[in-house]
């Protein structure tokens, strides 16, 4: 477990416990198995680092082959517990196509931060899932600002640009 003192919020006394990192935790093993994926050996080693230094996962940097069910468990775990901390996503090479990105983009208009970065390079990303981003990333939206936006890559052709351009 994570030392109390980083676990808390604020570090006022009687301010409630921050269990956001613990929960993503339990939430994506179920959903690992839900969605009959393996649990990133990424984020296990984020979840390690945390449960010995008390430091929450601030950053999904992914290089891992996870496909869109791997991307769809972790950010379906994110969104259960409306995970407060989180600061980037670059996901490369993790072949998270269109489902995936419609999970990230779910989690974005639910996302109680802004998030400086989303990358989603070389992950067989198609017009649709341009769709996806512009409609999330749309002005008037709930969903917070992205400030970076990478789609290096990608094979989503002129109509993919039409579609993020008609979102944003």
Same mark, same amino acid.
């Given at each position: 477990?994570?030392?109390? #003192? &980083?676990?808390?919020?604020?570090? *006022?006394?009687?301010?409630?416990?921050? @269990?956001?990192?613990?929960?993503? +935790? $339990?939430? !994506?093993?179920?959903?690992?198995?839900?969605?009959?994926?393996?649990?990133?050996?990424?984020?296990?080693?984020?979840?390690?680092?945390?449960?010995?230094?008390?430091?929450?996962?601030?950053?999904?940097?992914?290089?891992?082959?996870?496909?869109?069910?791997?991307? #769809? &468990?972790?950010?379906?775990?994110? *969104?259960?517990?409306?995970?407060?901390? @989180?600061?980037?996503?670059?996901? +490369? $090479?993790? !072949?998270?196509?269109?489902?995936?990105?419609?999970?990230?983009?779910?989690?974005?208009?639910?996302?109680?931060?802004?998030?400086?970065?989303?990358?989603?390079?070389?992950?067989?990303?198609?017009?649709?899932?341009?769709?996806?981003?512009?409609?999330?990333?749309?002005?008037?939206?709930?969903?917070?600002?992205?400030?970076?936006?990478?789609?290096?890559?990608?094979?989503?052709?002129?109509?993919?640009?039409?579609?993020?351009?008609?979102?944003?």
């Amino acid at each position: 477990m994570a030392p109390k #003192k &980083a676990a808390k919020k604020g570090g *006022k006394e009687g301010d409630e416990e921050d @269990l956001s990192v613990e929960n993503f +935790w $339990k939430n !994506y093993k179920k959903k690992c198995v839900e969605y009959n994926c393996d649990v990133s050996k990424i984020i296990k080693g984020q979840f390690e680092k945390f449960t010995e230094e008390g430091d929450e996962i601030k950053k999904l940097h992914m290089w891992e082959e996870l496909g869109w069910p791997g991307v #769809k &468990a972790i950010v379906d775990s994110l *969104k259960m517990v409306n995970y407060p901390h @989180l600061l980037s996503i670059r996901l +490369w $090479k993790t !072949y998270c196509e269109d489902e995936g990105v419609r999970a990230i983009c779910e989690f974005l208009k639910a996302c109680p931060s802004p998030l400086l970065c989303l990358e989603l390079l070389d992950n067989k990303v198609t017009h649709l899932g341009c769709e996806f981003i512009g409609k999330a990333l749309s002005p008037g939206k709930l969903c917070p600002p992205v400030c970076i936006l990478k789609l290096d890559h990608n094979n989503f052709g002129s109509k993919g640009m039409n579609n993020l351009l008609a979102g944003l």
